[in-house]
């Protein structure tokens, strides 16, 4: 597609219940990341998935979140157990390269608020 | 990555210049300085980078101190869709194994008509 498509945009949970978000990357983009951003805040990495090779997990903030990637395509970031100060826009971006010159391309995130 | 400074909030007329300050005294000979743009609700835009030439695009010019220690990305013409948080970044570029962007608090910029 001509962005990054990120689904739901918006999404209510019950405290306890799982979450799964989801990404589609521009077509191409071998590089791809998740970003968390609290209301007022600045963005907060996650996640980072280049190629085939292991992705880097040091951003995740507890056991209970983790995320798939599937060669060159969709990722999904899923959170268990979510709690109150999970709630956050969680945005999705893609780049042509780990190391591209040329800027990522953010989608424009899923709303999750827990209730 | 060496941090970045910037304003917390600033203020322009639509149609004037806007002129977004960041200072960032420890980048590093390989680093670039990033610029992006979130508009609410939006996630982060892209708008130019440079290593230490100024550099200009169809959104706007970025100026880097002769020292690189500072820059100033310049919006010529503001107008009320440039109303936005603007983030300062600098990251090694292509060729380098940092490849995370991170962002601070960035500049809240509002175009006041």
């Known amino acids: 597609g001509a962005g990054v498509s990120q689904s739901p945009s918006n999404k209510v949970t019950e405290k306890g219940k799982d979450v799964e978000l989801r990404c589609d990357p521009i077509?191409?983009?071998?590089?791809l990341y998740w970003y968390r951003q609290r209301l007022g805040q600045g963005l907060e990495f996650l996640i980072y998935?280049?190629?085939?090779?292991?992705?880097?997990k040091s951003g995740l903030p507890s056991d209970r979140f983790s995320a798939e990637r599937t060669g060159e395509s969709v990722s999904t970031l899923t959170i268990q157990r979510t709690q109150q100060e999970d709630s956050a826009v969680y945005l999705c971006?893609?780049?042509?390269?780990?190391?591209?010159?040329?800027?990522?391309?953010f989608g424009s995130g899923t709303r999750l608020t827990v209730v | 990555d060496a941090k970045t400074t910037q304003p917390t909030s600033m203020d322009c007329a639509e149609g004037r210049a806007a002129n977004l300050p960041c200072n960032h005294s420890?980048?590093?000979?390989?680093?670039?300085v990033y610029w992006y743009r979130q508009i609410h609700s939006q996630g982060p835009q892209y708008i130019i980078h440079?290593?230490?030439n100024n550099e200009t695009n169809e959104m706007a010019s970025l100026i880097i101190t002769e020292d690189r220690k500072s820059s100033t990305l310049i919006l010529p013409h503001a107008t009320l869709r440039d109303t936005a948080v603007y983030y300062c970044?600098?990251?090694?570029?292509?060729?380098?194994?940092?490849?995370?962007?991170?962002f601070g608090k960035g500049t809240l910029l509002t175009v006041n008509p």
């Open positions: 440079g290593l230490k």
């Open positions: 420890t980048i590093s000979g390989n680093e670039y």
């Open positions: 970044i600098v990251r090694v570029g292509s060729g380098g194994s940092n490849y995370k962007l991170t």
């Open positions: 998935f280049q190629g085939n090779s292991a992705p880097d």
């Open positions: 971006a893609s780049s042509t390269t780990g190391t591209s010159n040329y800027g990522y391309t």
């Open positions: 077509s191409g983009h071998t590089a």
